[in-house]
């Protein structure tokens, strides 16, 4: 709820074009970029105020980029509602909305693209080909157009934080990355702007993934094989509820090189859950210290 009390947010200056990007931010100073797709949800809001915290200046982009979406997937459905964003970007205290139109970001067949390498076949780059050549070229790309000094990304994007970060480094493009924990709604559902696409019945049986994580971390003592079988009986129950919970995969990865662990396993890892629920894909992790 927003308090009546509260002075009027002040609006973002909303720019579409590099080169309109580049006057604004040369007044800028200490930059944050916070790379998005829109429809922002309480999840967007937690990346904007650690970015607010962090730097003299904020930078949102909001850009549903079609190169990370395969032929099936939902690039044509996606929410889009620049107007209500605006008004939480504004309520945020965001400086600046990068909006280029598709035909900005991408004037031409883009041919020289950035590969993940092996971290980025896993997992979700298993399940969507493509998708993280797509993310991380999209993100080079406003690294170069935006300049930030960090950049901001949330851990409910696991694999993605941990290729990112992997791009930084192995490209040496000295922007600092970083990570924010998973919001959740009330009911224990990741924030998503997915979840605008589920009806009330789906929502409820999506919550078995975050309830798997849950098992799965309250098993951590027992280590990997007991964390899979706890999270893996939740998500067993769920595949038989109505409507099921159709599980694409339940992995427990080292935090930082996605493989799946041994059992005798020790330090820091991620419990991570990709599902369909009705036609809508879901995902959701846990970090998780064994
Ligand atoms: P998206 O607009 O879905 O591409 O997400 C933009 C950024 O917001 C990514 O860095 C996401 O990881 C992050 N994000 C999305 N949902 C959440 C959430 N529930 N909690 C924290 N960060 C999130």
Redesign the pocket.
């Known amino acids: 709820m927003t308090d009546p009390t509260a002075p009027a947010p002040t609006a973002p200056i909303v720019v579409r074009t590099p080169e309109e990007l580049a006057r604004v931010r040369s007044g800028l100073g200490r930059t944050a970029l916070?790379?998005?797709?829109?429809?922002l949800?309480n999840?967007?809001r937690?990346?904007f105020a650690a970015a607010r915290g962090r730097a003299d200046a904020v930078v949102v982009s909001i850009f549903v980029n079609p190169l990370q979406f395969g032929p099936d997937e939902d690039y044509d459905r996606y929410p889009r509602r620049l107007d209500a964003d605006l008004a939480v970007c504004a309520e945020e205290g965001v400086d600046v909305v990068y909006a280029p139109a598709v035909e900005t970001m991408y004037p031409g067949e883009q041919i020289v693209t950035v590969h993940p390498g092996a971290m980025g076949s896993v997992l979700e780059g298993a399940s969507r080909p493509g998708f993280f050549e797509g993310v991380l070229t999209v993100v080079a790309k406003l690294f170069h157009m935006v300049r930030p000094d960090l950049a901001v990304?949330?851990?409910?994007?696991a694999q993605?934080?941990a290729v990112v970060r992997r791009m930084v480094r192995d490209l040496g493009m000295g922007v600092t990355i970083a990570g924010?924990?998973?919001?959740?709604d009330p009911d224990g559902l990741?924030?998503?702007?997915r979840n605008a696409y589920l009806s009330a019945e789906e929502r409820a049986s999506a919550l078995a993934l975050s309830r798997a994580l849950l098992a799965g971390a309250d098993a951590s003592v027992t280590g990997p094989v007991g964390i899979l079988s706890a999270a893996r009986a939740v998500l067993d129950e769920a595949a038989r509820a109505e409507p099921p919970v159709r599980l694409d995969y339940l992995a427990l990865v080292d935090a930082q090189t996605f493989a799946e662990v041994p059992a005798s396993f020790r330090g820091d890892a991620v419990l991570l859950v990709a599902a369909f629920v009705g036609t809508t894909r879901l995902i959701d992790n846990v970090p998780l210290t064994l």
Request: zero cysteines; hydrophobic letters at 30%; charged letters at 15%.
């Open positions: 916070v790379p998005t797709m829109g429809a949800h999840g967007h937690t990346l990304f949330g851990q409910k994007d993605q934080l924010v924990p998973t919001r959740r990741a924030s998503s702007s």
